[in-house]
């Protein structure tokens, strides 16, 4: 099974590419513009949310075969629920918006060290996937165990985290690319979006 993982993971390497991205995108607009209100933050991140599970469903759907692809599904669900959510409340207490990017992050980095878990076996640089589970996760942490951080001190922490995720989804996403350019573990065939 983590054989049929890694094969959706490297036909769709360029879906964790738009993910990073669009989260350097959506932190570097956040550390720029910090006097933002938190409104426009949260709705920033709904995009973000949408953006990034719309991929990777684009991602789960976009396979061959009878390949397991519960876990791109229930990331992508999330993200996408998540987002959709944001938008429909946007008027929510910061506090509200704050767990919900908590609880989020949370989820989302416990999927993606259970699936670089699985890969390690697979393939060689799963610690990616597994340093972005684990910076997602660690961030969702802080944020539940802090959650009376002043609003500049927040908005910088959550640009901060965005951008090293992104770089290291980006990392992965190109990690993989690399693998199917290289030849490595040739057992999985691959097709890539032109």
Not at 144 to 161: D, E, K, N, V, Y
Request: include cysteine; charge should be positive.
């Amino acid at each position: 099974m983590p054989a049929a993982m890694l094969g959706v993971l490297r036909r769709n390497w360029w879906t964790l590419v738009l993910r990073g991205v669009c989260a350097i995108a959506f932190g570097l607009f956040a550390w720029f513009w910090p006097q933002m209100t938190v409104l426009v933050l949260l709705l920033a991140w709904g995009t973000l949310a949408c953006l990034g599970g719309v991929v990777t469903l684009v991602g789960a759907f976009a396979r061959d075969g009878g390949e397991p692809r519960w876990i791109l599904l229930l990331e992508g669900g999330m993200s996408l629920v998540a987002g959709v959510v944001a938008f429909c409340y946007p008027r929510a207490t910061a506090l509200l918006a704050l767990y919900l990017l908590a609880i989020w992050a949370i989820l989302s980095g416990i999927l993606e060290i259970v699936a670089a878990w699985r890969l390690r076996a697979e393939v060689r640089g799963e610690f990616w996937l597994g340093l972005a589970g684990v910076l997602s996760l660690l961030f969702g942490l802080v944020l539940l165990l802090r959650p009376g951080a002043g609003a500049l001190a927040l908005i910088w922490l959550i640009s901060s985290f965005s951008v090293l995720y992104g770089v290291v989804l980006i990392a992965w996403g190109m990690h993989l690319k690399r693998l199917r350019a290289d030849g490595a573990q040739a057992d999985v065939v691959l097709r890539v979006p032109q």
